[in-house]
Antibody, heavy 121, light 107 residues
Framework: QVQLVQSGGEVKKPGASVKVSCKASGYSLTTYAITWVRQAPGQGLEWMGWISAFTGNTEYAVELQDRLTLTADTSTNTAYMELRSLRSDDTAVYYC??????????????WGQGTLVTVSS | EIVMTQSPAILSVSPGERATLSCRAS??????LAWYRQKPGQAPRLLIY???TRATGIPARFSGSGSGTEFTLTISSLQSEDFAVYYC??????????FGQGTKLEI
């Protein structure tokens, strides 16, 4: 079945970088874009960015574009999210999700299980 | 940016009863509206897309309606697993598909 499996939780110090992976199975990463969404503790969902593995095109939230890089490796069917210069308010669960909005008019489906990134000195 | 506003923030309902959740967009999003359910400690799951189409595997007790700026999610007979947080999301203005702040459905 279609599934996204993310890498495990991370603890980082302020100023460090984190790279989270999102491995797709049951479909080819090139057929749908991947979106990244994060959720701070007890908060709502925040859109971070989007990548098309087919074209390599990316879009980023304005407030993150200086620190965020999304990539995709089609040979391993894996997408990556790298966030640099981490701050305490980057502490959140990070989700990848398959974006079906353009291809089939749907929403984000499915989602990865989430990766908790904790930023603390 | 399109702002999505959900109401109420918290809805208290008994099992077996009907729940109605609302979502308003700051400008028209046509029918490009999705609903998600997020259980504690889990990732969100797509329930409804195109405002009224149930996603694969979603039971018929979930229904969505609306267009333009006003949308509703109705759960006809609440089951225990439905007590969770629900988010609406517009996907009319690419690429930043904004979410509402969520409605917590509690017993």
């Amino acid at each position: 079945q279609v599934q996204l499996v993310q890498s495990g939780g991370e603890v980082k110090k302020p100023g460090a970088s984190v790279k989270v992976s999102c491995k797709a199975s049951g479909y080819s990463l090139t057929t749908y874009a991947i979106t990244w969404v994060r959720q701070a503790p007890g908060q709502g969902l925040e859109w971070m960015g989007w990548i098309s593995a087919f074209t390599g095109n990316t879009e980023y939230a304005v407030e993150l574009q200086d620190r965020l890089t999304l990539t995709a490796d089609t040979s391993t069917n894996t997408a990556y999210m790298e966030l640099r210069s981490l701050r305490s308010d980057d502490t959140a669960v990070y989700y990848c999700a398959r974006d079906t909005t353009v291809t089939t008019g749907g929403g984000y489906d499915p989602w990865g299980q989430g990766t908790l990134v904790t930023v603390s000195s | 940016e399109i702002v999505m506003t959900q109401s109420p923030a918290i809805l208290s309902v008994s099992p077996g009863e009907r729940a109605t959740l609302s979502c308003r967009a700051s400008q028209s999003v046509s029918i490009n509206l999705a609903w998600y359910r997020q259980k504690p400690g889990q990732a969100p799951r797509l329930l409804i897309y195109r405002a009224s189409t149930r996603a694969t595997g979603i039971p018929a007790r979930f229904s969505g309606s609306g267009s333009g700026t006003e949308f509703t999610l109705t759960i006809s007979s609440l089951q225990s697993e439905d007590f969770a947080v629900y988010y609406c999301q517009q996907y009319n203005k690419w690429p930043r598909y904004t979410f509402g702040q969520g409605t917590k459905l509690e017993i």
